[in-house]
């Protein structure tokens, strides 16, 4: 085709759409071309046939080139955040499971007396649990609020990203699990102690 185009990227991916012209090939000479090429069959052939007599390289379909190519550096700098992000999450949930840990053993004093009032172990644990589920229930909401929102912002610099729903589930069950493993394992320690010794210390 030779003259003015449609609207369109040209030259990266990135870059704004943009008006475009040809000019004919015998007056505007270039040692190095870019052909492409749209076909129903074997593209590869139709390359071959198009470019008989022309030595041709590189020849590869258009996704290859788009997701080994243009995006790229892209990829590594999309891999480099994932891994800063698992790294983050596990951090986070060492440091959850250390806070809630000790916010249950500082309240073994508590957890004696109510026994030593009558309460049933069961139902103190499950009173325990129920305090940490929804504390972590609610950071967890707020993270996933400020996830959702970086994710539509990182999607409108990397077109064609998909939705990272299951990624987001996965991390809210690690903190929540998190969170609850840490509440029961204290908490267990700490209804199965005699609550005379405990309030004797």
């Known amino acids: 085709m030779i003259g003015i185009v449609k609207t369109a990227k040209y030259m990266r991916w990135d870059e704004a759409p943009r008006p475009y012209f040809y000019l004919p090939y015998a007056g505007n000479y270039a040692p190095r071309m870019t052909l492409h090429v749209s076909s129903r069959g074997n593209v590869f052939a139709a390359v071959r046939a198009l ?3 022309v030595p041709a390289s590189d020849a590869r379909m258009l996704r290859a080139y788009f997701d080994d190519g243009a995006m790229f ?9 994932a891994a800063a992000g ?10 959850l499971y250390a806070v809630v840990a000790s916010t249950i053993v500082r309240r073994r ?7 030593a009032v009558g309460a049933p172990r069961g139902v103190v644990f499950a009173g325990v649990l129920r305090q940490g589920f929804v504390l972590a229930a609610r950071g967890t909401a707020a993270g996933l609020a400020l996830s959702f929102s ?3 912002l990182l999607r409108g610099f990397v077109p064609g990203a998909a939705e990272s729903w299951l990624a987001a589930a996965c991390a809210a069950a ?18 199965g ?6 309030l004797r210390e």
């Open 51 to 53: 470019a008989q007599g």
């Open 73 to 81: 550096p892209v990829k590594i700098a999309l891999q480099i955040a």
């Open 86 to 95: 698992s790294a983050g999450l596990l951090l986070a949930l060492a440091g």
């Open 109 to 115: 004093r508590e957890i004696a007396i109510r026994l």
């Open 150 to 152: 970086g994710d539509r």
């Open 174 to 191: 690690l903190v929540i699990g998190a969170s609850l493993l840490a509440t029961a394992i204290p908490a267990v320690r700490a209804i």
């Open 193 to 198: 102690l005699d609550p005379a010794s405990v």
